[in-house]
């Protein structure tokens, strides 16, 4: 383990992965865009140096924020398509699902109000594998102290897109600041609700 110059350690995601995140899916946006109407449906990449990248939820996103109960996470996707059929093999890993950036994932189901979220994968690449665990666990999806757990899934981007698709996505600073703006409650002025 490293120390930081304050004395705590780092932890392993801030260690070994770039944190990207991609906000307001499936529609995407500007800066701006984002910031005046988002969905909300923001996600987070962990991108490792060997280009992997796990997929998981970003603290903006309203399962976080709202510290929202799972009650189901389903990776049937559509009538004909279940993420958990996903295959590969090999060292490239051939034969993995191929997806975009508006892809979903999986979806989620919560208690407190029956919403279900479809989770988008934000990049493109190939499907390695799903978070199998989060059937029997949905509760790891919610863990923000252990990202590395609570992954939906894992993609691996093709190798001459994987530093630009990285360089489009939000970087910490950047995603601050959206988070500031989307939680900042509306400023009113003479009774009138300015956005």
């Given amino acids: 383990m490293s120390k930081e110059e304050n004395g705590n350690y780092t932890s392993f995601v801030d260690r070994y992965f770039k ?71 090999g060292k490239r890993k051939r034969g993995g699902q191929w997806l975009n950036e508006t892809s979903i994932l999986c979806k989620i189901t919560c208690h407190d109000d029956d919403t279900t979220y479809p989770i988008h994968c934000g990049i493109r690449g190939t499907l390695i594998e799903m978070n199998e665990n989060l059937v029997t666990n949905p509760e790891l999806m919610t863990s923000l102290t252990q990202p590395e757990h609570g992954y939906v899934a894992m993609v691996m981007p093709k190798l001459e897109e994987a530093d630009r698709m990285m360089a ?19 400023a009113i002025t003479n009774d009138v609700v300015v956005e």
Avoid: W
Wanted: net charge positive; aromatic share 6%.
């Fill in 19 to 89: 944190r990207g995140f991609k906000v307001n899916l499936p529609k995407g946006g500007t800066f701006e865009q984002c910031c005046e109407s988002s969905t909300l449906n923001d996600i987070q990449i962990l991108r490792h140096s060997n280009r992997i990248c796990a997929v998981t939820l970003a603290p903006t996103h309203p399962i976080i924020s709202q510290n929202k109960k799972i009650s189901s996470v389903s990776f049937k996707v559509s009538e004909k398509l279940d993420r958990s059929d996903n295959k590969v093999s």
């Fill in 168 to 186: 489009s996505l939000m970087d910490e600073k950047q995603f601050a600041e959206y988070k500031k703006r989307v939680e900042a409650p509306p």
